[in-house]
């Protein structure tokens, strides 16, 4: 067989493996799939949610100025109205007149229909809301939206979180949850689908104090993804140029990762101003004022966002953490996931399936597990299961053999290095949380013994 040659991450390749590995499906597979709709699977719904867990613990559980929120997907139709998503939320739509595809307008180079070279229409505003109907009468007054960013929730809360949480400005509001846009275009896998999960912050600040803090953010965001091991040179900052910007911002920068298909958004910070509190204060009749105690007047805070999306997330840290190394004539392809964000942390993998041996395995199992996600695999030999946990980007792999029944100890294997340490198993637990929160491996416990792994073919 010829040597295979390691290559770099391609949407084909990262697609074709997270299907074969259970980390993302299309949506209703069975049925053909729905188009730019996806599927979490055993795998993936555990890296999504560490991405989650990562982002909540960093930006609530560890600041003294921010609290949470979830609010409902379907909220009162003047909330569009005051955010001007009704009037503004929408794209330039073009139809070819000869295959009948739909493109937006703004993205397309040239004035003819790329897939057929056919005649376009005239362009005309298409709203990206999804629409449905509250109620069993479908008419105009039951009308509901999905909503298109989780972002309105917390503004219309403004004053029920101020008047019980007593957080006083500077401070945040943070929510994680579902957003619906009706997309003309989708497409690159998770990148843009039209049913998505955001991770947003309003950042409530006294004007004046806005610039400050816009920098601030855009600085603390930036890094957020560098110490969860994105590549820095696959990071950028872009400034939104004046006609780029939403109805709503003063001043937006984008954090861009540099996915397959080049430099595209994965966060979005914007400057809102008081847009937004102005806008439900004028369309509700209720104040959204804020009291300063200071100066003893009446302020309307401004809003500082930082917007990021889950799902952009998870695909920026799955092309981050893919590699193909080269494995004798074969490639070894793996994850190299931080450690928080792993889906699974540990496999324990008995190397054999012989009664005695699976026990002791079982034994090491059930105690692993009250901690972390951890793996049981006996099934193939112990190189394609070291294969398949790299390909699921687990940290370590815990190897009982038949020594281990002589002398209770075990191996741990590494991901990243595939070295082995071989230790007791009663060090074994708190060894492997060691090394989790990002211990050299060579920190050997008493009795532990070094050595490196073999190449499988
Ligand atoms: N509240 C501000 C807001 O929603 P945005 O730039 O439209 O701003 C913020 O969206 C983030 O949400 C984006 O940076 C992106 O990560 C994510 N996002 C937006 N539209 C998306 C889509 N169709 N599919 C997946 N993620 C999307």
Redesign the pocket.
């Known amino acids: 067989m010829a040597k295979q040659v390691p290559g770099r991450v391609t949407m084909e390749k990262l697609t074709s493996l997270c299907q074969r590995r259970g980390f993302i499906f299309p949506s209703s597979d069975i049925y053909g799939g729905l188009s730019s709709c996806w599927d979490y699977g055993p795998v993936g719904v555990e890296l999504k949610r560490n991405i989650k867990e990562v982002w909540w613990r960093n930006n609530v559980q560890e600041r003294d100025d921010m609290v949470g929120l979830d609010t409902s997907i379907l909220m009162h139709p003047r909330v569009w109205e005051a955010s001007e998503h009704l009037a503004q939320f929408s794209d330039p739509l073009v139809e070819c007149k000869n295959c009948h595809l739909r493109w937006r307008a703004d993205e397309l180079k040239g004035d003819r229909c790329p897939s057929c070279n056919g005649e376009l229409t005239e362009p005309h505003q298409f709203n990206l809301m999804f629409k449905t109907f509250m109620g069993p009468m479908e008419e105009a007054a039951n009308v509901v939206y999905l909503r298109?960013?989780?972002?309105q929730g917390i503004f219309v809360n403004f004053e029920n979180v101020v008047n019980t949480s007593r957080k006083r400005l500077p401070f945040g509001i943070a929510q994680i949850g579902k957003?619906f846009?009706n997309?003309i275009t989708?497409g690159n896998f998770?990148?843009?689908?039209?049913e998505?999960e955001?991770m947003?912050i309003e950042f409530f600040v006294k004007p004046g104090t806005d610039d400050k803090w816009f920098d601030y953010w855009l600085e603390e965001r930036f890094n957020w993804y560098v110490k969860l091991s994105i590549k820095k040179e696959n990071l950028r900052l872009r400034e939104h140029a004046e006609e780029e910007l939403?109805h709503y911002a003063h001043k937006c920068y984008?954090i861009d990762y540099n996915f397959p298909m080049g430099w595209s958004?994965?966060?979005?910070i914007?400057n809102r101003g008081d847009f937004d509190l102005k806008q439900h204060m004028t369309y509700s009749g209720k104040s959204l004022t804020y009291l300063d105690e200071e100066s003893k007047e009446h302020i309307i805070p401004y809003i500082i966002?930082p917007?990021?999306?889950v799902?952009?997330s998870v695909l920026a840290v799955l092309c981050d953490a893919y590699e193909e190394e080269p494995d004798k004539d074969e490639i070894r392809v793996l994850f190299h996931f931080h450690p928080d964000l792993a889906p699974i942390k540990v496999a324990v993998l008995p190397l054999s399936r012989k009664e005695n041996l699976a026990a002791l395995a079982k034994d090491v199992y059930a105690d692993l597990r009250p901690c972390w996600m951890v793996q049981y695999d006996d099934t193939q030999s112990i190189g394609r299961r070291y294969r398949r946990q790299d390909e699921l980007g687990t940290p370590f792999c815990v190897t009982i053999d038949f020594q281990s029944l002589e002398d209770n100890m075990v191996t741990i294997r590494e991901r990243d290095t595939m070295n082995q340490i071989r230790l007791p198993i009663a060090a074994l637990r708190d060894t492997l949380q060691a090394k989790l929160a990002g211990e050299d491996l060579f920190v050997l416990p008493e009795g532990g013994q070094i050595w490196k792994e073999e190449k499988h073919a």
């Open positions: 298109p960013e989780t972002a957003s846009r997309e989708t998770v990148f843009r689908s039209r998505f955001q947003e939403a984008d958004e994965l966060e979005g914007a966002e917007s990021a999306g799902d952009r």
